[in-house]
């Protein structure tokens, strides 16, 4: 069992780790997608910065939240759930994307999982 748990707090944190800094230097270079297509028009009003420039900030933030989750992954978890959960709500809140919203609340579930397996003390 203690091998199971294992493995599944490995396979999470990589995953947790891995794909947040993968997406967010992609915020960089666009390969992925035109990532300033997700910034709703009521939220380009409202903030300083062109929509690809705020992308790349929120390119940093994911990168920095990636590597938490890798380096200390019981906090690092928390907070990539906490922005998934705000990108979710930002994105039902602009009417758009709301499958990737779904997407993104289920991917905050897991986020959560792998923080509450960090708080499991070993046997």
Request: overall charge negative; glycine content about 8%; charged content about 15%.
């Amino acid at each position: 069992m203690d091998s199971n748990i294992q493995l599944v707090k490995s396979v999470l944190r990589y995953t947790y780790g891995i794909v947040p800094i993968v997406a967010g230097l992609d915020k960089f270079t666009n390969l992925l997608t035109d990532w300033s297509q997700y910034v709703s028009s009521g939220l380009s009003d409202m903030i300083p910065l062109e929509a690809g420039s705020f992308m790349m900030v929120v390119g940093v933030i994911e990168i920095v939240a990636g590597v938490l989750v890798l380096l200390k992954p019981k906090i690092g978890a928390l907070i990539v759930m906490g922005w998934l959960t705000a990108i979710a709500v930002v994105l039902v809140l602009s009417g758009n994307y709301v499958d990737v919203a779904v997407r993104d609340l289920v991917m905050a579930v897991g986020a959560f999982s792998l923080a509450k397996l960090y708080q499991i003390e070993p046997a």
